[in-house]
C-alpha cells in the first residue's frame, strides 16, 4: 500500500481552522489545555450510578487499584507534557520575568523537586510491595497442590504470617529499627524488611511532611486575575501534588500521619471537580485506615491482608486430611490471592512508570530552568523564533502541542522538538530511549515542473543526518509533497523552503508499524518523547521511490495535526 | 469467622510487642499462642517437639547404606503398579525419618546462637541426599495417604532448617562500628582533604575482602540453593538472598560514606558543600562499577550455578535498587541551576556513570535479563542525558559570563587579563576531557543542526571551544578599547594574544582542538598587535631623528636640529616614564619585543647623533643640553621598559 492511498480519509479529517490572531489562539490553547486535564482526571472517576457501570464498556479499575494507578499516571504524564507545550515552551522569557508568573514559576519548580523525593519513596514502595508478593506469591504456590499436607499449609502459613507481619508492622517501628534492641532487629531481619527501605531518606523524613510543604503555598488564584498563564500553572501545581498525594497514601510511605487534612483543592475551577471527587474518596478510605501499618490503600494490598488472615486462621485449625468444605472455602481465597498475585506482577510496569515520571519531571526542570537562565540574559539573546503551533484534533483526546523550538542564543541552542508517540497501554511501558517512531509529514508546496519537484525531492533527502526517511513522494499536482520517515520536520520544512518558498506543514502523522490494534483509539495516549533518544535506524532507507515495506507503513492514525500557518515564522 | 478475624488483628495490634518479647508465652492459651507465633521469627514457626525424647537414634547408623536403602524403596514404589496400596513401609523409613527430624531439630533448638552451619558441614551432604529423596517419596506417594502427609511435613520441616542455615549463611549482620559519629566524620574530613587520587584507591584496599565470602561457605551456600529450589523453594530462597545481598550492598554504601541526600536538600545545599558530596558520590559510583558490581555477580553466579535464569532476575532487581537510589542523586545534582565553574565535576559524574553502565551491561549472555537491562540502561542513560544537557548549558553559561565581563577600569599596565588566565585554564582542562567531552557534544548537536557547512567539518566541541575563544576575543577587543592610549592597548592585545596562544600551544589537546591554522592566525595577529604597537610608539621618534627637513638647501637648519632634539628628549622622557609600568609577563615577548624596539631605533639614533653632533654649537655643554641620551643611554631605557614598577607613577595619569 503506497503512502498515497490514505491520504484522502487522512486529510478528511482535519478541519482547517485559522485565527485571525496568534494572541487569540493562544488563549484558547490554555482554555483547551484545562478542558483535556479536567476530560483526563474525571475518566479516572468511579463511575457515579449503576446505569453508568453498564453503559461503559470494559469495566473502570477499581479506585487505588495497581491498574488505576497506570491510568492516573498516564493522565498526569499528558498533562505535564501539555503544559510544557502550552505554557513553557515556544514562550518569551519575558512572560515569566512578570509579575505574578515570576513568582509562580519557581514555585511550581520548587514543588517538582519536591515531587522528586516523593517519587523516589513510592519507587521504594513498590518494591517493598513487590516483595510482598513474592510472599504472598509461595503461599499460592504450596497451597495450590493437591493434596493439601500439613507441610504446604505450614509453609503458605510462615509466608504468610511474614507478609502479614511485614504489612501491620508500624511506621514508628521502621523508623527505630536502628536503635532497637537485638532481637527487635533479628526480627526485622526475618520479616523482610528490607534495608534499602529505612535508607532511603533521613528518619526525619516525612512523606506526609513533604505532601503538606508542597501544597501549604498553594493558594487559588482569585478570580479576577486575568493573565492566561497564571491558572495553567496553578494547574499544574494542583495536579502533581494530587496526584503525589494519591500515591503517597496507597503505597507504602515513610512515615504519613495526617495526610488526609493536607489538600485543599479550590472549588471554582470547572478542572478541580473531578480531583476534588477523586480526594472526598480517598480521603473517607483513608480515615478508615489510617492508623492500621503501613500498608496503604492501595486495593491489592488491602485485598491481599484480608485473605491473608483468613488463610492464616485456616492454617491455624488445619487437620489433615481437610474437610471438604474448607477445602472449597480455601481454594476459592486461594484463587482470589491468585488472581491479585497476577495483578501485582503488574507492579513492575508501575514502577516504571513512577521513574519515567521522576525522569520527565527531571527533564522538565532542566528545561524550565533553560527558560528561567534565558530570562537574565536576555537582552543578549537572539530574537525568540517562534515554531508552528499545531492543534491536534481527535474524537475523544484532543491533544495541543505547540511543536516549537527556541533558540537561544547565537553561542548554543537548545531546542526540544516535540514528537508524539503513541503509547498503547495495553503493552509494557517502554523505556524511553527505545522508541524512535517514523512520522508521516504532508507538506503543502508548490511545484509544477519535473524539476522543481525533484529538488525538493532531493533537498528533503538531506534531512537525513543521524535520521532517516523512508520515502518521498510528490503528488500530481505538484501540491503536496509527503515524507515518511524519522526526521527533523523543522529542519525538512527549512530545507523545502529554499525550493519553494511557500512551503507549509500540512500535517504530521506518527506512522505506527501494522499491528492489530484491538483496543478502541479511546485507550491510547498519546505520550511525547524527545528525538534525539531516537535508535539509530537498522536499515536506512531512503529511495525516492520506496519498496514495498510493511514494517513502516505508514498507516491513518487518529492523531492529525493541523497548522496555523500565521504563526509559522521559520526563518 | 469473618468477625473472628477482625478480632484477632486488633488483638494483635495491641499485643505485637508483648508477643515479641517472647516471655509470655506461656501464659496465651494454646489458641492465642498460635496468634503470637504469627509474629515471631520463623524459627518458632516449628512446633516445638514434646516428644523428642521418644526419639531413639541408633548412633550406629550408617547413613550410606540408610539411603541405599530409602533409595531401593523408592525404586520398589516407583515400580508397583498399584499405587494405592503401599508395600510395607520398611523399618529404616522410620529410622531415617527420624534421623532427619532429630538433625533438623538440634538446629532449630540452638535457636538464635552462632552456628556458623558447622551442623551440615560434617553431615551435610546426608541431609542434601536425603531431602532428595524426601522429594522422591513426595512425588511418588500416592495421595491421601498419611505417610505422604508425614513426608511432606518433614519436607517442609528440612526446608526450614536449611532456610534458617541459609540465611545465617548469606545474611550478615553488620557490625556496628564502635563509634559510628565520628567514623563518619573523620571519613568525611578525610574525603575533604585528601587529593583525589588517594580518595580514590582508598576503598579498595579497604574493602578487600568483598564479598567476603570464603570458597568453602560459597560452596555450602550453592548447595543450600541448589537443594531449595529444586524442591520447589525458590521464591524462599531467592527472598533470603535479595533480602541479604542488598542489606550486604547498602552496608558497603554505608562504608563508602553514602548518604543519601533529598532531591530537595540538594537543590538548597550550597555548591561548595556539595562539590565534596558528588566527589564522594563519584568515589563510590566507581566503586560501585569496578569492585561491588562485578563481584556481586560472580559471587551470584557461584551460588546460583544450578539456576542461572533464576539469578538473572534477582541479580538485577538488585543491581536496579542499588543503582537506582544512587542515579536518583544525580539527577537532583543535574538539575541544580548551572554555572559554568562545576563543568569539571559534572564531567567526572559523565565518566563515572558511563563507568557505570558499562559494569551492568558487563556481562555474559546468559546471565542477563534483556528487560530489566534496558530498564536500567534506560534510566542510566537518561541521568547522562541530563548530565550531558548540562555540561553543553554550561558552555553557554561560560560564553554569557564572559559577554558579560564588562570591567569599567583596565587592567593596569596592559597586562593579560585575568579573564583570559581563567578561560583559557577552563578550557585547557575541558580539553583534557576530551574523550567524554566529544561524545555530549555529538549527541546533543544531533538537535542543533549545524548551519554552515563549514561548522559541519569540524567536531562540535571543537566548534564550541572555537566560539568560546571568539567570545572571549570579542570580549578582549572591547575591554582594550578602555585603554586611551594606543600603544598601550596593543601591549594589551598582544599580551593576552600572547598568552593564548602560549597556552594553547602547551596543551597538545587545546591544540588538536583548535588546529594549526588557527594558530598561524593567532600568531600573526600577535605580530600585527607587535607592529602596531611599534608604529604607535616609535614612529614618531624615528620621524624626529630623520634626516628629512633637517638641510634646508643643503644646509644643516640648526633651529630645526634642536627643536627637533628637544622633542626628542621630551618623547624620550615620556616613553621611559610611562611605558616603563606597563607590563609584558612574558620573557619571551619582552626580548623580543626589546630587541625589536632597539634594532630599529638605536641605529638610527647613532648615526643620526653622529652625523648632526657636530652641527649643534657651544661646544660640550650644549651637546649635552640637546643630546641627553646617549645611544647606550636608549639602549637601557629600552631595557627599563614593560617592567611594570608601578610604584613611580600613579596610574590615573595614563588613562585620562
Known amino acids: 500500500m503506497p503512502p498515497t492511498d490514505n491520504q484522502g480519509s487522512f486529510l478528511n479529517r482535519i478541519s482547517i481552522r485559522r485565527n485571525q490572531v496568534v494572541y487569540e489562539h493562544e488563549i484558547e490553547d490554555l482554555e483547551q489545555f484545562q478542558k483535556h486535564v479536567a476530560d483526563r482526571l474525571s475518566e479516572l472517576l468511579p463511575p457515579s450510578s449503576h446505569a453508568d457501570e453498564l453503559a461503559a464498556v470494559d469495566p473502570p479499575e477499581t479506585l487505588l487499584s495497581i491498574a488505576w494507578f497506570r491510568r492516573l499516571l498516564d493522565a498526569f504524564l499528558c498533562c505535564e507534557a501539555e503544559f510544557k507545550a502550552v505554557v513553557i515552551m515556544g514562550r518569551d522569557a519575558a512572560n515569566f520575568a512578570k509579575s505574578p508568573l515570576d513568582r509562580l514559576i519557581p514555585e511550581h519548580l520548587d514543588r517538582t523537586v519536591k515531587a522528586l523525593d516523593i517519587c523516589n519513596a513510592i519507587t521504594h514502595g513498590i518494591d517493598l510491595l513487590l516483595h510482598w508478593q513474592k510472599l504472598a506469591q509461595i503461599a499460592v504456590d504450596s497451597l495450590q497442590q493437591r493434596p493439601i499436607g500439613e507441610g504446604h499449609v505450614k509453609r503458605a502459613r510462615k509466608a504468610l504470617n511474614t507478609l502479614l507481619s511485614s504489612i501491620t508492622i508500624d511506621d514508628k517501628e521502621n523508623h527505630h529499627h536502628g536503635k532497637a534492641a537485638a532481637a527487635a532487629a533479628k526480627d526485622h531481619a526475618t520479616i523482610g524488611n528490607l534495608r534499602s527501605l529505612s535508607y532511603c531518606f533521613a528518619r526525619s523524613w516525612s512523606a506526609s511532611k513533604q505532601i503538606q510543604a508542597m501544597s501549604s503555598n498553594l493558594v487559588a488564584p482569585r478570580g479576577g486575575e486575568p493573565t492566561g498563564l497564571v491558572i495553567p500553572v496553578y494547574l499544574m501545581s494542583f495536579v502533581l501534588v494530587f496526584v503525589m498525594w494519591a500515591m503517597v497514601a496507597a503505597i507504602p510511605c515513610q512515615e504519613r500521619t495526617g495526610l488526609g487534612a493536607h489538600l485543599q483543592l479550590p472549588k471554582q475551577f470547572q478542572w478541580a471537580h473531578p480531583m476534588i471527587g477523586l480526594q472526598e474518596k480517598i480521603g473517607e478510605l483513608w480515615k478508615k485506615k489510617e492508623k492500621k501499618g503501613r500498608s496503604g490503600l492501595l486495593d491489592e494490598t488491602q485485598r491481599l491482608e484480608k485473605l491473608g488472615r483468613n488463610i492464616v486462621e485456616f492454617a491455624d485449625g488445619f487437620t489433615f486430611p481437610v474437610e471438604a468444605e474448607k477445602a472449597a472455602e480455601v481454594e476459592e481465597q486461594v484463587a482470589e490471592m491468585v488472581e491479585i498475585c497476577q495483578k501485582m506482577e503488574e507492579l513492575v510496569p508501575l514502577q516504571l512508570q513512577v521513574r519515567e515520571l521522576f525522569h520527565r519531571i527531571v527533564r522538565s526542570r532542566a528545561e524550565a530552568l533553560d527558560v528561567l537562565d534565558q530570562m537574565s540574559e536576555r537582552d543578549r539573546s537572539l530574537p525568540i523564533r517562534r515554531y508552528p503551533s499545531c492543534i491536534v484534533s481527535q474524537k475523544c483526546i484532543t491533544f495541543s502541542f505547540a511543536l516549537c523550538k527556541r533558540v537561544f542564543s547565537s553561542s548554543y541552542k537548545t531546542y526540544i522538538n516535540i514528537d508524539i508517540v503513541v503509547q498503547n497501554r495495553s503493552c509494557r511501558l517502554l523505556p524511553t530511549s527505545t522508541m524512535g517512531e517514523p512520522q508521516k509529514v504532508i507538506f503543502q508546496v508548490c511545484l509544477h515542473d519535473c524539476r522543481s519537484q525533484r529538488k525538493a525531492m532531493k533537498a528533503i533527502s538531506k534531512v537525513i543526518g543521524e535520521f532517516w526517511i523512508n520515502s518521498i513522494e510528490v503528488d500530481v499536482d505538484g501540491n503536496n509533497l509527503t515524507a515518511v520517515g524519522v526526521f527533523d520536520l523543522i529542519c525538512g520544512h527549512r530545507k523545502l523552503k529554499k525550493v519553494c518558498k511557500k512551503t507549509k506543514i500540512k500535517s504530521v502523522e506518527i506512522v505506527k508499524p501494522e499491528e492489530p490494534k484491538k483496543e478502541e483509539p479511546k485507550k491510547e495516549e498519546p505520550k511525547k518523547e524527545e528525538p534525539k533518544k531516537e535508535e539509530e535506524p537498522k536499515n536506512p532507507v531512503w529511495h525516492y521511490q520506496p519498496p514495498y515495506n510493511p514494517c513502516y507503513m505508514p498507516q491513518p492514525f487518529y492523531v492529525a495535526v493541523e497548522e496555523t500557518p500565521h504563526c509559522c515564522v521559520i526563518f | 469467622m469473618e468477625k473472628h478475624t477482625g478480632k484477632s488483628s486488633s488483638f494483635i495490634g495491641r499485643h505485637r510487642w508483648r508477643a515479641t518479647l ?635
Open chain 2, 22 to 656: 517472647d516471655s509470655p508465652r506461656s501464659t496465651f492459651s494454646p489458641k492465642l499462642y498460635h496468634k503470637s507465633t504469627l509474629q515471631l521469627p520463623p524459627d518458632h514457626d516449628i512446633p516445638p517437639d514434646h516428644d523428642h525424647n521418644s526419639y531413639s537414634i541408633p548412633d550406629d547408623v550408617d547413613y550410606d547404606q540408610l539411603l541405599l536403602q530409602i533409595d531401593r524403596f523408592i525404586d520398589e514404589l516407583s515400580t508397583a503398579e498399584d499405587k494405592t496400596t503401599l508395600p510395607d513401609i520398611p523399618h529404616h523409613l522410620d529410622t531415617f525419618c527420624k534421623i532427619i527430624k532429630s538433625k533438623t531439630r538440634k538446629s532449630t533448638r540452638s535457636g538464635s546462637a552462632p552456628r556458623n552451619g558447622e551442623m551440615i558441614t560434617d553431615q551435610g551432604t546426608f541431609l542434601y541426599e536425603s531431602v532428595k529423596r524426601l522429594w522422591k517419596l513426595k512425588t511418588i506417594l500416592a495421595p491421601n495417604t498419611p505417610l505422604l502427609d508425614k513426608i511432606t511435613k518433614l519436607l517442609h520441616r528440612a526446608m526450614l532448617f536449611m532456610e534458617e542455615e541459609l540465611r545465617s549463611l548469606i545474611i550478615i549482620e553488620p557490625r556496628p562500628p564502635p563509634e559510628p559519629k565520628l567514623k563518619v566524620m573523620s571519613l568525611r574530613y578525610s574525603s575533604f582533604n585528601t587529593d583525589r587520587s588517594c580518595s580514590l584507591s582508598e576503598p579498595p584496599t579497604k574493602d578487600d575482602d568483598f564479598p567476603g565470602f570464603s570458597e568453602e561457605k560459597t560452596m555450602r551456600i550453592n548447595k543450600i540453593v541448589t537443594t531449595m529450589i529444586s524442591v520447589g523453594y525458590k521464591n524462599e530462597c531467592s527472598n533470603i538472598y535479595s533480602m541479604g545481598r542488598g542489606n550486604a550492598l547498602y552496608d558497603q554504601l554505608k562504608k563508602l560514606d553514602f548518604e543519601k541526600l533529598n532531591a530537595e536538600d540538594v537543590q538548597k545545599l550550597n555548591w561548595d558543600w556539595l562539590e565534596a558530596d558528588v566527589s564522594r558520590w563519584i568515589r563510590i559510583i566507581k566503586h560501585c562499577s569496578c569492585v561491588l558490581i562485578p563481584a556481586e555477580r560472580l559471587l551470584g553466579e557461584k551460588i546460583f550455578s544450578e539456576h542461572l535464569y533464576v539469578f538473572r532476575g534477582l541479580f538485577s532487581n538488585l543491581i536496579r535498587s542499588v543503582v537506582t537510589s544512587l542515579l536518583d542523586y544525580a539527577a537532583a545534582v543535574a538539575i541544580r541551576k548551572r554555572s559554568a565553574e562545576r563543568l569539571f565535576k559534572f564531567l567526572d559524574m559523565h565518566e563515572a556513570l558511563n563507568g557505570l553502565r558499562e559494569a551492568t551491561n558487563d556481562s555474559s549472555d546468559e546471565t542477563k535479563d534483556e528487560q530489566s537491562c534496558n530498564d536500567l540502561n534506560a534510566e542510566i542513560s537518561s541521568v547522562i542525558d541530563r548530565i550531558g544537557e548540562g555540561v553543553v548549558n554550561m558552555f553557554g553559561d561560560l560564553e554569557n559570563s564572559i559577554r558579560n565581563d564588562v570591567a569599567k577600569t583596565p587592567v593596569p599596565g596592559g597586562a593579560v587579563h585575568p579573564l583570559t588566565r581563567y578561560v583559557l585554564n577552563y578550557v585547557t582542562c575541558a580539553c583534557e576531557y576530551g574523550d567524554t567531552l566529544e561524545p555530549i557534544f555529538q549527541q546533543n548537536a544531533k538537535l542543533n543542526q549545524a548551519t554552515s557547512p563549514e561548522e559541519m567539518e569540524k567536531s562540535p566541541m571543537a566548534a564550541q571551544i572555537m566560539s568560546v575563544m571568539s567570545v572571549l576575543d570579542d570580549n578582549l577587543a572591547v575591554k582594550s578599547t578602555l585603554y586611551k592610549d594606543p600603544s598601550l592597548r596593543y601591549i594589551f592585545l598582544m599580551n593576552n594574544g600572547r598568552y593564548i596562544l602560549q597556552k594553547v600551544k602547551g596543551s597538545s589537546e587545546v591544540k588538536k582542538v583548535m588546529g594549526d591554522d588557527w594558530c598561524r592566525r593567532r600568531s600573526s595577529e600577535v605580530r600585527h598587535y607587535h607592529k602596531s604597537y611599534q608604529r604607535e610608539t616609535w614612529t614618531r621618534v624615528l620621524q624626529c631623528i630623520s634626516q628629512e627637513g633637517i638641510q634646508v638647501k643643503g644646509k644643516v637648519d640648526k633651529k630645526v636640529l634642536k627643536e627637533r632634539l628637544k622633542n626628542l628628549n621630551a618623547m624620550l622622557d615620556e616613553i621611559g616614564k610611562t611605558q616603563s609600568t606597563w607590563v609584558v609577563s612574558e620573557e619571551q615577548l619582552l626580548s623580543e619585543l626589546r630587541a625589536s624596539i632597539s634594532g630599529v631605533v638605536i641605529p638610527a639614533y647613532r648615526s643620526f647623533v653622529g652625523r648632526y653632533k657636530h652641527h649643534l654649537e657651544g661646544g660640550v655643554k650644549s651637546i649635552d643640553k640637546y643630546i641627553k641620551y646617549q645611544p647606550e643611554d636608549i639602549e637601557t631605557l629600552i631595557e627599563s621598559l614593560f617592567e611594570g614598577n608601578l610604584t613611580s607613577m600613579s596610574r590615573r595619569r595614563f588613562y585620562s
